[in-house]
């Protein structure tokens, strides 16, 4: 199954937001917007790093509230999307809306191996790779323009997901696969996104330069966790994504 950096960050990668704008702009808006929902003054900091250590910080993970927020530039004029939450990255309506107040296309994606965890051992991490597309012509308030998505609701059931507009660089034929995971894969998913510009999974298409913005929220200390904490707790093993079916 095909992660960005073999899952060494997830569940913080395991979905990433997209916005079809310059870093500068996307930064100035999300800043505006978060001055409006926190009612204070926004910090937003400027590195030139790899994603690697772009990513640390937003460090600690937070649960209740998303007080730390990671734009990275991509190429092709994209900017990527992160955040700090607890259970991995929330871009869907940070991107709708960011993508409405910009007029530009957005992309939201969600990358997760499927790993059921012995039984009486929680919480169980459910797979997924999904693809959402928003813009101008798109349908309802986050003016979609298509979804795709392959999700596990169990141990063994999945859910096929598919709306809005066929795209020309979709690959219709593996719909009509019997089991429904094998119907949209990370492999696929890459080249849909390849399609627009992006290589999600390529550690050297984000930065180096980025913004990590960060709302005067405070966060109790029991609702802070490191990285290492998280991915225990989820059961995340880093590079196991490789071996695994997607």
Same mark, same amino acid.
């Given at each position: 199954m095909r992660t960005l950096l073999d899952e060494a960050f997830a569940p913080t990668t395991s !979905?990433?937001? +997209?916005? @079809?704008?310059?870093?500068?702009? !996307?930064?100035?808006?999300?800043?505006?917007?978060?001055?409006?929902l926190h009612g204070g003054e926004v910090h937003a900091a400027t590195h030139s790093a790899p994603l690697s250590h772009l990513l640390t910080l937003l460090y600690p993970i937070t649960r209740r509230w998303r007080p730390?927020?990671?734009?990275? @530039?991509?190429?092709?004029?994209?900017? !990527? %999307? +992160?955040?700090?939450?607890?259970?991995g990255t929330d871009p869907t309506g940070t991107v709708g809306y960011l993508s409405s107040l910009l007029e530009c296309r957005g992309l939201s994606i969600v990358v997760a191996p499927h790993r059921p965890r012995p039984r009486g051992e929680a919480p169980e991490r459910y797979g997924a790779v999904q693809f959402e597309l928003v813009g101008p012509g798109g349908n309802g308030p986050l003016r979609v323009v298509r979804t795709i998505a392959v999700t596990a609701t169990g141990r063994s059931t999945w859910d096929w997901t598919i709306d809005g507009g066929l795209q020309p660089y979709e690959e219709t034929d593996q719909y009509r696969q019997r089991k429904v995971r094998d119907r949209f894969t990370s492999e696929m998913l890459e080249r849909y996104c390849r399609a627009l510009g992006i290589d999600p999974f390529a550690a050297d298409w984000y930065g180096p330069r980025g913004v990590l913005l960060t709302a005067p929220e405070p966060v109790a200390a029991e609702? @802070? +966790?490191?990285? !290492?904490?998280?991915? @225990? %707790?989820?059961?995340i093993v880093p590079g196991e994504a490789r071996a695994l079916a997607g």
């Open positions: !979905a990433i937001g +997209f916005l @079809e704008a310059s870093l500068d702009d !996307a930064a100035d808006s999300m800043a505006a917007w978060l001055r409006g730390r927020h990671l734009l990275a @530039e991509g190429r092709a004029g994209w900017t !990527a %999307y +992160f955040d700090c939450g607890l259970s609702d @802070e +966790f490191s990285l !290492a904490e998280v991915q @225990e %707790y989820f059961g």
